[in-house]
């Protein structure tokens, strides 16, 4: 009997279709069905022919069965759960009835069962409607205003998708979308109550409304909101990514997320932002930790009695910003690593490890050896103040080993040696200028030079005094003494847009007299002090500086670096260089296009913006007559653009690759340099692989600029595999002096501060870019990119320009009143949580130490305690623990 009821049933059913003006179904689909049938379960059977009933029931013309029809249909589809995987049964078994009721719908007149109709079919349209239809929205929007979280995820889902479409399509052609905007409101609760956070922002996106999102978040869900917004902001074109970030900016605002909320602030380097921070907040100890995040910043930033009232308080929040306490709490970290021991250059070179012939020829005293020498001192012991050349007490049985080494340099290496004492006493202001003053009384200009600068160089990152000292130096007739100066205020004024030094610099650049070189590292200070700041007037000083320049002068290596300067001044700050690279075009054709990628590559940097990768690959392909010098710079710039995020950053290492392949000999010296700026202290073992290929190469050059590179990717990390590549290819050019001389510079890198150092301009977990750093590298690659002339010539100091990315790759903890706090934390991998369901773990693979620790690229620390709470979400370089007061012992 069972087996003939379906037909019986179907008959009737398609009996009944042809009230509406449809024809009945063909014969053969019946055949079909009757198959079909045969395979489902006795209660499939009877959902069918249930559901098959109620069909017929709803196009009944008693208003009273209708409702009843409807409601039970309405409540089979919502009762059916299953699996993700498969349609649930009952609107399988609807899905040949959906023309019906669609036609049966149309002829009924308004009313309620009319909009009950509607919403099943909506539900129903979920499977059944043809692409671009929007079927499912259509009736929901004719349906009843119920609730659409009862029909399920998967039709909310469906629904913000056609909504996103409607959107569009109505946008386009100027229709109202207000009914829209109720939907889009009721969806965007369920998601926000749903935990999928993402979806509602991505809707909100859609519909370019996201200041929704501020009245629906909620304690609970505001954090992984507020992640997915800021992690998204990096793939969305301008201006929307702005926007999404002030979203997130003012969600962490509204509920007291402030050390989030001004990481925000620093990316979009808005100062108003910044003191909206401070404002609002009125917990000293957290602005504390708030001035720790901006000294890490490099951000030149004022306190004034609306953010910290108490005179006392704000200076010594002033200190922290102008990282006063940087150099004590670095010999913290030293002292608990135990590595305060001086280390000589020797120690680095390890001659002994390899065979005879190369120890034999290293010990002859050549000023070149000893200029290396001085660096890899300067930059291994960078910041300890100690080591065993030029820090040692001259009373000391050698009879003043410092003057000596000092004078073991020739000429302008002695400018070099005297500021390697700079480094030595990084970030120590007092006992640096102390140490340095002796050379100021020397009769030889250069060590004056290199005292300037050694003073530029202890006041790096610590805005204090240094001006006073040097200022009286700028006009001096020699000019070796007034590049010191110059750039001695240059390292120590990053980023800190002084009036008072522009003043004095901007003359010089506009003085016919003063020799080249004196304008092009008056050009690089001025672009550093004003990183990333648009100022209109030294931009325009710098303009008129280019104009001025004869063709032989503009042939010269050094003048290429003042275009960069140019750039420097709208570091990251993308569309903002317009004006000026519209003017850059009417300059002279030797430096023209030279100067177009420079601007390009700085204006985008960190950006990761693939159109303009794709413009400067252009730019790369061609193949050119000799003596053009502009790929250069825009290989570096494909470094410099998507350095911003991992996947750009992959992707750039792959292009660069098929440079090297395809692209001419200017590119290829290039290539090494962008693959060092991409991995800068993180030394992937594939662009290692490279840079050891290519540090054979048969062209010096791109030999030098991989050596280089070489050093830069391992910068800090104690790489035990780069330091043995280095000691292989120190015997392998043991007779080429300046191929030496550059394997040396990086052996000095691989150690910098004994491996305490990192020059990644990236922190706070890859979020922010500190520009004064980014400065400082792209300047010195830059110079690279003609080695001979610049690093190997008389100007090998521009290595110094690094110093603005050197920052102590620690987590140290301190307590409420500032001093060390030791605590277990796990340091481990970090894992990116963005979207994950749940409290997923944020680091992975983790060791526990106690504080103070080492960070390397890619690591995340998290306290192991919950005795204390930490005041800043991000656990890099100093940070404030205070007592968790829930806490009880076990």
């Not at 108490?310 to 200190?319: I, P, T, Y």
């Not at 870019?769 to 400065?775: I, K, N, T």
């Amino acid at each position: 009997m069972a087996s003939q009821d379906p037909n019986t049933n179907a008959a009737s059913g398609s009996g009944k279709q042809d009230e509406p003006t449809k024809p009945p179904p063909p014969k053969d689909s019946k055949k079909k069905d009757d198959k079909k049938d045969e395979d489902l379960s006795d209660e499939d059977l009877a959902l069918k022919q249930q559901l098959e009933l109620y069909v017929e029931r709803v196009q009944d013309p008693d208003p009273g069965l209708q409702k009843v029809a409807l409601e039970s249909m309405r409540q089979e589809i919502r009762t059916s759960t299953s699996s993700m995987t498969s349609v649930p049964k009952p609107l399988k078994y609807l899905r040949p009835h959906y023309g019906t009721l669609k036609a049966y719908y149309e002829t009924m007149s308004d009313s309620d069962l009319r909009k009950y109709l509607a919403d099943i079919l909506s539900v129903l349209a979920l499977t059944m409607s043809a692409e671009g239809e929007r079927e499912s929205l259509k009736f929901r929007l004719l349906g009843s205003d119920g609730d659409i979280g009862s029909w399920g995820h998967e039709y909310v889902r469906n629904l913000a998708g056609e909504i996103a479409q409607e959107y569009a399509k109505r946008q386009s052609d100027e229709t109202p979308f207000d009914d829209l905007m109720e939907l889009v409101q009721q969806i965007v609760a369920f998601h926000m109550r749903h935990n999928a956070e993402p979806e509602a922002v991505d809707l909100l996106m859609e519909v370019e409304d996201l200041d929704l999102l501020v009245e629906h978040v909620d304690k609970t869900n505001f954090k992984r909101t507020c992640l997915y917004l800021t992690s998204s902001a990096r793939y969305l074109p301008g201006p929307d990514d702005m926007l999404v970030l002030d979203i997130a900016f003012m969600i962490y605002l509204k509920f007291e997320e402030y050390p989030n909320a001004l990481q925000i602030a620093l990316f979009l380097d808005n100062k108003e932002y910044v003191k909206q921070v401070f404002t609002s907040c009125d917990d000293l100890l957290r602005k504390k930790q708030f001035c720790y995040i901006l000294a890490r910043h490099g951000s030149n930033f004022e306190l004034n009695d609306e953010m910290v009232a108490e005179d006392e308080e704000r200076e010594a929040l002033q200190d922290i910003i102008n990282n006063a306490k940087l150099s004590e709490g670095y010999l913290t970290l030293a002292r608990d690593i135990e590595v305060m021991e001086a280390k000589t250059p020797e120690d680095i070179y390890k001659a002994h490890l390899l065979d005879g012939r190369a120890s034999a020829g290293a010990s002859v005293d050549s000023a070149r050896q000893n200029l290396a020498a001085t660096f890899v001192n300067a930059f291994v012991n960078a910041g300890f103040g100690q080591d065993k050349l030029m820090t040692v007490p001259s009373d000391a049985s050698s009879g003043g080993a410092s003057g000596n080494w000092l004078f073991k340099n020739k000429e302008h290496g002695k400018t070099s040696a005297a500021a390697s004492l700079g480094t030595i006493l990084l970030w120590d202001v007092d006992s640096g200028l102390a140490q340095i003053d002796k050379y100021f009384h020397s009769n030889d200009n250069h060590v004056i030079a290199g005292a300037l600068l050694g003073v530029g160089i202890v006041n790096c990152s610590i805005k204090m005094i240094a001006l006073a000292l040097l200022g009286e130096y700028i006009d001096k007739e020699d000019p070796s003494i007034r590049i010191g100066a110059i750039m001695g205020l240059g390292i120590a004024y990053a980023g800190a847009e002084n009036e008072q030094i522009r003043s004095k610099l901007t003359p010089i650049l506009n003085d016919a007299k003063a020799p080249l070189d004196v304008i092009t590292f008056a050009a690089i200070s001025l672009g550093l002090i004003y990183v990333g700041s648009c100022n209109e007037e030294v931009a325009q000083a710098i303009i008129f500086a280019l104009m001025d320049r004869s063709d032989a002068e503009l042939g010269e290596p050094l003048a290429r670096l003042i275009p960069l300067s140019l750039g420097l001044l709208y570091l990251g700050k993308q569309e903002s260089v317009e004006a000026t690279a519209e003017v850059s075009k009417t300059f002279h054709e030797k430096i023209r296009k030279h100067c177009d990628m420079t601007l390009l590559s700085c204006a985008y940097a960190g950006t990761g913006n693939v159109l303009k990768v794709q413009n400067l690959l252009g730019h790369c392909s061609q193949h050119l007559e000799k003596g053009e010098t502009h790929q250069g710079p825009a290989v570096l710039g494909i470094a410099m653009i998507a350095m911003a995020e991992e996947l750009g950053l992959e992707m750039a290492i792959r292009s660069l690759e098929h440079l090297l392949q395809y692209g001419e000999q200017n590119i290829r010296r290039a290539v090494p340099l962008a693959l060092g700026l991409l991995c800068i202290s993180n030394p992937k073992v594939t662009v290692m692989d490279t840079l050891s290929r290519l540090s054979h190469d048969t062209d010096s050059e791109v030999g030098m600029a991989a050596v280089i590179s070489l050093g830069v990717i391992g910068a800090g990390t104690n790489n035990a595999r780069i330091a043995a590549m280095l000691r292989n290819l120190s015997s392998y050019y043991y007779k080429d002096a300046s191929l030496l001389f550059c394997v040396r510079i990086a052996q000095g890198l691989v150690h910098l501060g004994k491996g305490l150092l990192t020059l990644n301009p990236y922190h706070s977990d890859r979020f922010l870019l500190s520009p004064a750093a980014l400065g400082g590298i792209i300047t010195m690659l830059h110079a690279c990119l003609d080695m001979k002339a610049i690093i190997l010539g008389k100007y090998h100091y521009v290595l110094y320009f690094l110093i603005l990315a050197m920052q102590p790759r620690m987590l140290l903890t301190v307590d409420e009143n500032l001093k060390p706090l030791s605590v277990p934390v796990r340091v481990g991998q970090a894992v990116d949580v963005v979207g994950q369901a749940g409290r997923p773990k944020t680091i992975t693979g983790f060791q526990t130490h106690s504080t103070p620790v080492l960070l390397a690229a890619g690591d995340r620390a998290e306290l192991a305690t919950e005795k204390y709470i930490p005041l800043s979400p991000i656990l890099e370089g100093f940070v404030i623990l205070k007592e968790n007061p829930e806490y009880r012992e076990e």
